[in-house]
């Protein structure tokens, strides 16, 4: 590879969140928020636990996983302890806070208005028995992944 | 690197940004908006690149897009509209401020 070869710059990016805890769910929004920054065209579409970023009742209340996740630095057991996973999430909050990242409520209205789609994943949706109903006024639609492969003509595809 | 802006000649850094905040005047504002393709500054327009000069003195980074579509009296569905494909770089280079560092 020469030093003065020149990439196309990416022009449009669709990020898969599939994992329902803070540290699954943020990555993806705050990707998608940076690529709507630059110009970056964006389309967040969300699966199995992923969905509970966008389900109405939970998107509150996510939290970090302190058992078997070995970011965590503790042993297992300890993070199984009752309130473990409240607190590391409450200091998790507070560090994102002064960074000035939103919580996720905010952050979905945000992409959403920053003109990012965001779509629920048919399969998922079905399987837990949900309806359009129980998400977020943001998602666009309910798709299937055959859609979402359409919608993503041209992107790049991230899957976190 | 050097450009010649509205008769003046300005040094510019690598991303093509101004590299001297005090360069900046009103004036050059509207020719680098012109070359980043926004015609004419509104006044919502100033709200932002207005905001933006205030965070960066205080601060030395650029306000993020969240602590700039609460404070500025601006929103996000607005900020995209005025400056389109990319509100942070644009609206950071209209301010003759640099590149901004954070990622929100």
């Not at chain 1, 110009?39 to 509150?60: H, P, S, V």
Request: with cysteine.
């Amino acid at each position: 590879m020469s030093d003065n070869q020149t990439y196309e710059p990416v022009k449009k990016v669709s990020i898969v969140v599939s994992k329902g805890s803070l540290d699954g769910i943020y990555p993806g929004l705050i990707m998608a928020n940076g690529a709507r920054m630059d110009g970056i065209e964006a389309t967040l579409f969300f699966t199995f636990f992923g969905l509970d970023a966008i389900i109405n009742k939970r998107m509150d209340r996510i939290k970090v996983a302190t058992v078997g996740n070995p970011g965590m630095h503790m042993p297992t057991w300890i993070g199984a302890f009752p309130g473990m996973s409240a607190m590391a999430t409450s200091m998790m909050k507070k560090e994102m806070e002064k960074l000035d990242i939103p919580p996720i409520r905010e952050f979905i209205e945000m992409v959403h208005d920053a003109g990012c789609d965001l779509y629920a994943c048919k399969a998922s949706v079905d399987m837990f028995h949900l309806k359009k109903e129980d998400f977020c006024k943001e998602v666009d639609d309910i798709i299937s992944v055959g859609q979402f492969y359409e919608k993503s003509a041209g992107a790049q595809i991230i899957f976190t | 690197m050097e450009a010649t802006i509205a008769g003046k000649t300005i040094a510019l850094d690598a991303d093509g940004h101004l590299a001297n905040f005090n360069d900046w005047d009103e004036d050059l504002a509207k020719e680098l908006a012109k070359l980043e393709g926004i015609p004419e500054l509104t006044e919502d327009h100033w709200k932002v690149i207005n905001f933006m000069r205030k965070e960066f003195k205080a601060k030395g980074d650029a306000p993020s897009i969240r602590k700039l579509t609460k404070e500025s009296g601006v929103d996000t569905k607005l900020l995209y509209k005025l400056f389109p494909n990319g509100p942070a770089k644009k609206a950071a280079k209209i301010a003759g401020l640099p590149k901004p560092k954070g990622c929100i």
